[in-house]
């Protein structure tokens, strides 16, 4: 991208990457109402400093780059931080669903479930996850983009899928416990 | 030493897999896409609007440049186009990067506008483009980008904007982030679920800045709160009186939703 950048050529970037800023921020934590006004600010933040934006990465990596700071951001506010805390009892009535949720698609279900457990990982493990299990990017692309060593990337990622399957595991026994006490 | 294998392509745990696969399932609404743009495009504009009350040459350049990308017409209309925002941007206090950045939904869908760029795919090359909040400022803007910062054009408000004293303009900053300030912490009162704690601040909003720059953007909020409480009536018919007396703002499009309402 030159320093040049028209706005019909922005509008092409927006368009071209709306829909992986939209997905980033999500994964990132940003919750669903919230999505589309940070999604604005990171192209905001992009058409602003378009310029300095090297090539020496994909866009989309430089997008994300932005996307993560601005999720950061987000989720450190106060506000935020009082809402992100109800997740873990959002995540005892996701386990109880059969009763409370019976009305809502089990697709539905599993994505909110994901997500409160993704809510429960630190930041910076939660990123390294979303990029290498869902982005599926290279672990040395994570340690380029993120600033830190491979071994810093792996060791994330280790701690980050044992949170994730620590969380599965507490579901599963959550949601047995549930049907035993429904019967 | 190779990555490892990824969750999602492992023999794992179907539960793991399945979780995983519902977050990337995760896609944006089919409209958010247009909606952001329009958004966006009036928050360019809105920054190039705030950019007129910096003294600087740079900040004027990045009203002149942002004015001139939002109309679409940044390729025809110069050398660096985007090459002198980045600079213009750093420029600008952080009172007002804190009402760009955090106050970005409330500023972002802001009472100020731009003509919308794609309709004019040409930019008047000498003549004025207008940008106009609210208040009835109106900024006129040469079109033409400068060849150096030092010779950007001189900006013509032709309201009393240009006899201010920078204090004045520093005034009108702190009051402008004020407002967003108060209008963002409705936002998220509404969407947190309190429509009555969300009509308390647009009340104070209402009595603080009666004449605020944000005005659209509070009685789009103040509309929400009010189909929020179920007064769908009253929410009709001032989105019908808002579409009505701002056809050309982004926001009429999303208020058509309840202008609508069957």
């Given at each position: 991208m030159s320093s040049n950048t028209s706005h019909p050529e922005f509008r092409a970037l927006y368009d071209a990457h709306f829909d992986f800023v939209w997905r980033s921020l999500r994964r990132l934590g940003v919750r669903e109402p919230d999505v589309l006004d940070?999604?604005?600010?990171?192209?905001?933040?992009?058409?602003?400093?378009?310029?300095?934006?090297?090539?020496?990465?994909?866009?989309?990596?430089?997008?994300?780059?932005?996307?993560?700071?601005?999720?950061?951001?987000?989720?450190?506010?106060?506000?935020i931080r009082?809402?992100?805390?109800?997740?873990?009892?959002?995540?005892?009535?996701?386990?109880?669903?059969?009763?409370?949720?019976?009305?809502?698609?089990?697709?539905?279900?599993?994505?909110?479930?994901?997500?409160?457990i993704l809510n429960k990982l630190p930041e910076s493990q939660r990123t390294v996850f979303v990029l290498f299990e869902l982005e599926e990017m290279s672990g040395q692309d994570i340690a380029t983009l993120l600033n830190v060593s491979v071994g810093t990337v792996r060791s994330r990622l280790r701690l980050a899928r044992d949170a994730f399957r620590r969380e599965i595991k507490r579901l599963s026994a959550i949601d047995a416990g549930g049907r035993k006490e429904a019967v | 030493m190779a990555d490892p294998e990824r969750l999602l392509s492992s023999d794992s745990n179907e539960l793991e897999r399945e979780l995983l696969a519902s977050i990337q399932r995760m896609e944006p609404p089919a409209d958010a896409q247009a909606e952001g743009w329009a958004r966006l495009s009036a928050q360019i504009a809105t920054a190039a609007l705030i950019g007129t009350t910096h003294g600087t040459a740079a900040a004027a350049s990045a009203v002149h440049t942002g004015t001139a990308a939002a109309q679409g017409a940044a390729a025809a209309s110069g050398p660096s186009a985007m090459g002198l925002?980045?600079?213009?941007?750093?420029?600008?206090?952080?009172?007002?990067?804190?009402?760009?950045?955090?106050?970005?939904?409330?500023?972002?869908?802001?009472?100020?506008?731009v003509q919308e760029a794609r309709k004019s795919a040409v930019v008047p090359p000498a003549s004025a483009v207008s940008t106009k909040t609210t208040e009835a400022v109106s900024v006129h803007l040469s079109a033409a980008l400068p060849a150096e910062p030092d010779s950007a054009p001189q900006l013509?408000?032709?309201?009393?904007?240009?006899?201010?004293?920078?204090?004045?303009?520093?005034?009108?900053?702190?009051?402008?982030?004020?407002?967003?300030?108060?209008?963002?912490?409705?936002?998220?009162?509404?969407?947190?679920?309190?429509?009555d704690a969300a009509q308390q601040v647009l009340s104070t909003l209402h009595k603080k800045f009666p004449k605020g720059m944000l005005r659209q953007e509070r009685e789009v909020l103040a509309i929400e709160v009010l189909a929020a409480h179920?007064?769908?009536?009253?929410?009709?018919?001032?989105?019908?009186?808002?579409?009505?007396?701002?056809?050309e703002s982004p926001h009429s499009a999303q208020l058509s939703r309840f202008a609508d309402a069957p």
């Open positions: 940070l999604a604005q600010k990171v192209f905001l933040t992009a058409y602003f400093k378009l310029s300095e934006f090297e090539g020496r990465s994909l866009i989309s990596t430089w997008l994300f780059g932005i996307a993560q700071r601005v999720a950061s951001d987000y989720r450190r506010s106060a506000f009082r809402e992100v805390s109800t997740d873990n009892a959002e995540l005892e009535g996701i386990a109880t669903w059969h009763e409370d949720f019976s009305a809502e698609s089990d697709a539905r279900r599993r994505a909110r479930a994901a997500e409160s | 925002v980045p600079a213009a941007f750093k420029l600008l206090s952080s009172k007002l990067a804190v009402a760009l950045a955090v106050g970005g939904v409330a500023i972002g869908a802001s009472a100020v506008w013509t408000p032709d309201s009393d904007l240009g006899k201010q004293s920078p204090s004045a303009d520093q005034r009108r900053r702190d009051k402008l982030s004020a407002e967003s300030a108060l209008l963002t912490q409705a936002r998220a009162q509404l969407r947190n679920g309190d429509a179920g007064n769908k009536d009253a929410a009709e018919q001032r989105a019908r009186a808002f579409i009505a007396a701002h056809p």
